[in-house]
């Protein structure tokens, strides 16, 4: 599977952004997940969505604020980012896995990023 993500920027703290992530080749039942990287930190999950859209979960710093969604039909996957803070800057990145996972490590396919800057 080969991901393609954008839609990264600048926006000021609670302004919102959309996320999304082209994915071809393989791509039928993989679960699709977000991942973050803030300057200094390391990789964080951000949130994932099952082949179906039946099952997502979030980290609970994003709950209420992000949601993932994705178009099997068009092989897209979004995040939908609203109420935006300074502490959601980073480089977030689309990933791809056969297991429906928080863990970084069972994803294996990443898109290349796209950087998310919130201004205070």
């Known amino acids: 599977v080969q991901l393609q993500a954008s839609g990264g920027g600048l926006v000021q703290t609670g302004g919102s952004l959309r996320l999304s992530c082209a994915a071809s080749g393989r791509t039928f039942s993989y679960v699709m997940g977000w991942f973050r990287q803030a300057p200094g930190k390391e990789r964080e999950f951000v949130a994932v969505i099952s082949w179906t859209g039946d099952n997502r979960y979030y980290t609970d710093s994003v709950k209420g604020r992000f949601t993932i969604s994705r178009d099997n039909v068009k092989n897209m996957v979004y995040l939908q980012m609203n109420r935006l803070k300074p502490e959601d800057t980073a480089v977030y990145y689309c990933?791809?896995?056969?297991?429906?996972?928080?863990?970084?490590?069972?994803?294996?396919?990443w898109g290349q990023g796209t950087l998310v800057t919130v201004s205070s």
């Open positions: 990933a791809a896995s056969k297991r429906l996972s928080y863990s970084g490590t069972d994803f294996d396919s």
